[in-house]
């Protein structure tokens, strides 16, 4: 599923409720509806009270270590993110989630083809492409410069 972010990446990302959305398109349930959610664009973003922001910023790290097993030393703190502390730490967070979400797609793959089903690279394709989509990219590229 992409996304298209417009505009800058991190307030994109402020109320949380993209970050709600990567973890259950990764794995279904893995965050549950909050209050608020279901909104688009502009109204997505300057809906959320700092509260709700923050309690959906929270459930995305709890997803993000619970079903993805990030370690506490690799998530990134809410402030990191709302009150923009550490961009370069939730950016790492993402990246490494993509990483284990792509290992795990390559497993799964594995498994699947023993069984008789035939691949291609195209199928496994890059998950900061698909869900993160190229802002993410654009983003850690912008600030390594």
């Known amino acids: ?22 973890a259950n398109c990764l794995v ?5 509806k909050l ?8 109204a997505r973003r300057n809906s959320a009270s700092p509260f709700q922001a923050k309690e959906r910023i929270g459930a995305f790290l709890t997803a993000a270590r619970d079903e ?6 690799d998530l990134f703190k809410i402030s ?3 009150d923009g502390a550490s961009p370069t730490q939730v950016l790492a967070c993402l990246s490494l989630m ?19 089903d035939d691949f291609t690279e195209e199928m496994l394709g890059s998950l ?18």
């Open 1 to 22: 599923a992409n996304t298209h972010i417009e505009g800058d990446l991190f307030d994109s990302l402020k109320n949380g409720e993209l970050l709600c959305d990567l």
């Open 28 to 32: 279904p349930g893995s965050v549950r």
């Open 35 to 42: 209050s608020g959610s279901g909104m688009k664009g502009n």
């Open 68 to 73: 993805f097993k990030i370690g506490d030393t």
């Open 80 to 82: 990191d993110l709302h």
């Open 98 to 116: 993509s990483k284990l979400n792509e290992r795990g797609r390559r497993s799964s793959v594995e498994q699947d083809t023993e069984a008789g």
């Open 128 to 145: 900061a492409q698909e869900v993160i989509g190229d802002a993410v990219m654009e983003q850690m590229m912008a600030e390594n410069t």
